[in-house]
Antibody
Framework: EVQLVESGGVVVQPGGSLRLSCAAS????????MHWVRQAPGKGLEWVSL????????YYADSVKGRFTISRDNSKNSLYLQMNSLRTEDTALYYC????????????WGQGTLVTVSS | EIVLTQSPATLSLSPGERATLSCRAS??????LAWYQQKPGQAPRLLIY???NRATGIPARFSGSGSGTDFTLTISSLEPEDFAVYYC?????????FGQGTRLEIK
């Protein structure tokens, strides 16, 4: 059974930093591109970032470019999101998501970890 | 960035009725469009990928159509568990975007 378990979400002040983690199991982690997607409270879905299976390619939404860094450790079956210079508008539930086959659609999602940026 | 606009924002229907949800892209995404269902407190669930292909385990009452800039998700006969929020998503380039969602509510 595929499982994605996010952690690391907390309350942080504007300008602060945070590292989210996603522990993956039940599939061959290093076969798949992985993504982070977020959802602000009561709002829609927003794609954040992706990383290729080997970490060689990364992409970011314009809203986080230059502030967030995605990475992975295939030996630990883990995905990460380093979040710097946090803003109030970064407050959201952050999901890690696995792609469906070779396509950048998402067939498995974690339960999400809540990041609150507030003074 | 490709903007996806979903309509209507809210759709009120009764169980057994047919639901038609729309997603329009600001530029062509070919057939690289998916539909998701999200219920309160849950992660989204992939329903349709590449415009018209049902994902694994999705009931046949869900169907998708369209290409280019105009896409439709159809639920042929609504079941009580289908009332939820639906999102479209494009993958035509690496800058993935989602629509703002359509809330399907019980009339």
């Amino acid at each position: 059974e595929v499982q994605l378990v996010e952690s690391g979400g907390v309350v942080v002040q504007p300008g602060g930093s945070l590292r989210l983690s996603c522990a993956a199991s039940g599939f061959t982690f290093d076969d798949y591109t992985m993504h982070w997607v977020r959802q602000a409270p009561g709002k829609g879905l927003e794609w954040v970032s992706l990383i290729s299976w080997d970490g060689g390619s990364t992409y970011y939404a314009d809203s986080v470019k230059g502030r967030f860094t995605i990475s992975r450790d295939n030996s630990k079956n883990s995905l990460y999101l380093q979040m710097n210079s946090l803003r109030t508008e970064d407050t959201a539930l952050y999901y890690c998501a696995k792609i469906y086959g070779d396509y950048n659609y998402f067939d498995y999602w974690g339960q999400g970890t809540l990041v609150t940026v507030s003074s | 960035e490709i903007v996806l606009t979903q309509s209507p924002a809210t759709l009120s229907l009764s169980p057994g009725e047919r639901a038609t949800l729309s997603c329009r892209a600001s530029q062509s995404v070919s057939s690289y469009l998916a539909w998701y269902q999200q219920k309160p407190g849950q992660a989204p669930r992939l329903l349709i990928y590449d415009a018209s292909n049902r994902a694994t385990g999705i009931p046949a009452r869900f169907s998708g159509s369209g290409s280019g800039t105009d896409f439709t998700l159809t639920i042929s006969s609504l079941e009580p568990e289908d009332f939820a929020v639906y999102y479209c998503q494009q993958r035509s380039n690496w800058a993935i975007t989602f629509g703002q969602g359509t809330r399907l509510e019980i009339k």
